[in-house]
């Protein structure tokens, strides 16, 4: 299905999401399941009420210690799960809309976790975000540099 990998394929994908995402990481998962893919799942488990940074938090983390080789978020405007992953000094989480946003955060960014938002995208559309996503390479060049620029240094 996917033409190549632009992250270390025998590491599993990381997935998180709150009450808001909580269907569409459902969903997700067994899309990515059955693209033959280990996903690691972070919860939450239900639509129940619970704070975001409480899943994105292990997301990142798991991306920045290098256990998952990419990750995924979700939430109601993908706001602030980006927010709170993107505190992690390794990650570079894109919230993205569509499949050019999602293209262009790897290509361009090195975007290392993809931020859905839920409430503003179809099921199909993040099905597609996430092929192009994990599909792939950074393209280097002129924009290493920048993605150097991007961790602060006082």
Known sequence: MFSNYAFNINKPIAIG????GFE???LLKRYLSDLQ???KDFGTYSTESVDYPDFAHPVASSVEINECGLGILICGSANGVAITANKHAQIRAAICWNNEIASLARKHND???ICIPA???????????IQTFISTDFEGGRHLNRV??????K
């Open 17 to 20: 999401a709150d009450h808001a």
């Open 24 to 26: 569409y990481k459902e």
């Open 37 to 39: 893919f280990n996903v």
């Open 111 to 113: 975007a290392n976790i």
């Open 119 to 129: 409430r503003f995208v179809d099921i199909s559309e993040a099905q597609k975000m």
């Open 148 to 153: 150097n620029k991007i961790p602060f240094n």
